[in-house]
């Protein structure tokens, strides 16, 4: 592709359908590289096991990261009983296999569905997750000692799909930052043979869903619709109150200047914490604020600038 063929720098959101094999990094470098979007970044990384909702953000849209990151996510999943590998996935190295015939298929959804009771999990020691400054999964490739790291999460609703013995697929809808290979790990524990994780794909990111997701290799070889793909800044957190300032609000704003809850065409106050998305008066993003008890008085407070 000739330079003169690239999109300009985009800013906004691209719900990119991730294929199985690639790391989210190497998607965010082949459209960095190949439709020249210098300024990139992600929502919430996916294994290359996994496939799905990858939130891709651009130019500005990279400010809005922690915004959707901390989103509910939903997975539909495949595991095999039987075995134990190191990255609890079936791309790991396998540490040993059991036999799971005894097991019916009663006893195995009910072990899914106690998912529900988890509110913390081990973090896999094949992962991002960090130890004085170096990912884990560097320290587990080196052959060094990786600590057992655990996390808080919570699982809001489990679907058993289909139980075809050693295979279960599932549904799970959990917090952000859960690991489903975590998951699949700990039933193959209480099963007593081992479980892994075969497939899995994320179905939702909140707030966008597989049916606005665009292919890696369509992004990647249709340029002339890369513009009208990503989502706008302002459209991106449709989740978030919308106010349109006025010219003099805007510039309070711009300037870190607090302002009354009491705007334009609100009658009523929102609780403390509500948050929101301020637009100038051409309706282009201006901030995400929250609103926060001041001296007695409920006032919009800048939370990150998007001018």
Not at 65 to 80: D, I, N
Not at 170 to 196: D, N, P
Request: contains cysteine; aromatic residues 6%; proline residues 6%.
């Amino acid at each position: 592709m000739t330079a003169a063929r690239r999109p300009a720098q985009a800013h906004g959101v691209l719900v990119l359908n991730k294929p199985t094999g690639p790391t989210s990094t190497y998607c965010l470098e082949q459209i960095k590289r190949t439709l020249g979007q210098k300024k990139i970044g992600h929502a919430g990384t996916l294994d290359p096991l996994a496939q799905g909702v990858l939130l891709v953000l651009l130019g500005q849209g990279t400010k809005i990261a922690a915004y959707l990151t901390e989103g509910r996510k939903q997975y539909q999943g495949v595991l095999r009983l039987g075995v134990e590998t190191d990255t609890y996935d079936v791309l790991g190295k396998t540490l040993r296999t059991a036999d799971c015939g005894g097991l019916t298929s009663a006893q195995v959804q009910a072990v899914v569905h106690e998912w529900l009771e988890h509110v913390e999990q081990e973090v896999p020691p094949y992962s991002a997750a960090k130890h004085q400054g170096r990912p884990l999964y560097a320290l587990s490739r080196a052959g060094l000692d990786v600590p057992v790291k655990r996390k808080s999460i919570q699982i809001f609703q489990v679907e058993v799909m289909d139980v075809d013995l050693p295979l279960v697929r599932f549904r799970v809808e959990c917090s952000a930052g859960t690991y489903i290979r975590s998951l699949v790990h700990s039933l193959g524990i209480r099963l007593q043979c081992g479980a892994v994780l075969e497939e899995l794909i994320r179905e939702r990111s909140h707030p966008f869903g597989l049916e606005q997701a665009h292919g890696l290799q369509t992004v990647l070889e249709t340029p002339e619709a890369f513009e009208q793909n990503v989502i706008a800044v302002q459209d991106a957190l449709p989740h978030f109150a919308r106010h349109v300032l006025t010219a003099d609000l805007a510039r309070k704003v711009r300037h870190g200047a607090k302002v009354p809850w009491n705007l334009p065409g609100q009658s009523v106050a929102p609780e403390p914490g509500a948050r929101a998305l301020f637009l100038d008066d051409q309706e282009l993003p201006l901030a995400l604020v929250e609103l926060k008890e001041v001296d007695g008085q409920r006032q919009w407070t800048v939370l990150r600038g998007l001018f």
